[in-house]
């Protein structure tokens, strides 16, 4: 089956920093690559996706890039702000199935 | 965008007892799905819900122990049978109205086994 791996488990950066979070995925079947942020004790929420068709993609402060051939994808939020804080969840979803398999997370901490 | 709610919010159980959670979409999906999530860890799906037949179960999980119904195709209901401490979890419940969609969550079911 899939396997996603995240890295970094945590980090923490400066207001106004840039921050990346990079997953990368084995079956090479896999066609939808979302985000989720997790705030303490909330559900998950998505904040980007990205689809095996597409080399990259924008939303404001928020991009999401896929390679293929490696099979990785990255996070990336420009200029922080302390409530990007939470953790977030890279995952990935094969074919028709559509369930997804999720990375380990990274706690993203934003200080002022 | 889909609204999902999920009950009971929490609950604490006696070992060998079962928990049914209750999973109530506001429109019709496509894909349902149960999750775990041990506090401070990532989510392991469960099983797909699948509607009107026999759930999919991922490997490590079996229907004896995690029974699910889909009765329809906004409702799904998750139990937790004969439960043990290790049962001590975060249960979410999902759904997303196609493939390669967007997938929602419900508000998540903190269960405690003493």
């Known amino acids: 089956g899939e396997n996603v791996e995240q890295h970094p488990s945590t980090l923490s950066v400066q207001e106004g920093d840039s921050a990346v979070i990079k997953c990368t995925y084995s079956?090479?079947?896999?066609?939808?690559f979302p985000w989720y942020k997790q705030e303490l004790g909330k559900r998950p929420q998505l904040i980007i996706d990205?689809?095996?068709?597409?080399g990259e993609k924008k939303d404001q402060r928020i991009a999401v890039t896929l390679n293929k051939t490696a099979k990785h994808f990255s996070l990336h939020i420009t200029e922080t702000q302390p409530e990007d804080s939470a953790v977030y969840f890279c995952?990935?979803?094969?074919?028709?199935?559509?369930?997804?398999?999720f990375g380990t997370g990274t706690r993203l901490q934003v200080t002022l | 965008s889909a609204v999902i709610s999920q009950k009971p919010s929490r609950d604490i159980c006696q070992r060998g007892t079962s928990l049914t959670i209750q999973c109530q979409v506001d429109?019709?999906?496509?894909?349902m799905f149960w999750y775990r999530q041990q506090p401070g860890q990532s989510l392991t799906l469960i099983a797909t819900?699948?509607?009107?037949?026999?759930?999919?179960?991922e490997s490590g999980f079996v229907i004896d122990k995690f029974p699910i119904s889909r009765p329809n195709l906004t409702f799904s209901t998750l139990t937790v049978s004969n439960m043990s401490p290790e049962d001590s979890s975060i249960y979410l419940c999902?759904?997303?109205?196609?493939?390669?969609?967007?997938?929602?969550f419900g508000q998540g079911t903190r269960l405690t086994v003493v």
């Open positions: 999902s759904a997303s109205e196609g493939v390669a969609t967007e997938a929602f």
């Open positions: 079956d090479s079947a896999s066609n939808y």
């Open positions: 990205i689809r095996s068709n597409v």
């Open positions: 995952a990935a979803s094969t074919g028709t199935a559509s369930k997804l398999t």
């Open positions: 429109s019709q999906v496509t894909m």
């Open positions: 819900a699948n509607q009107g037949s026999e759930a999919t179960y």
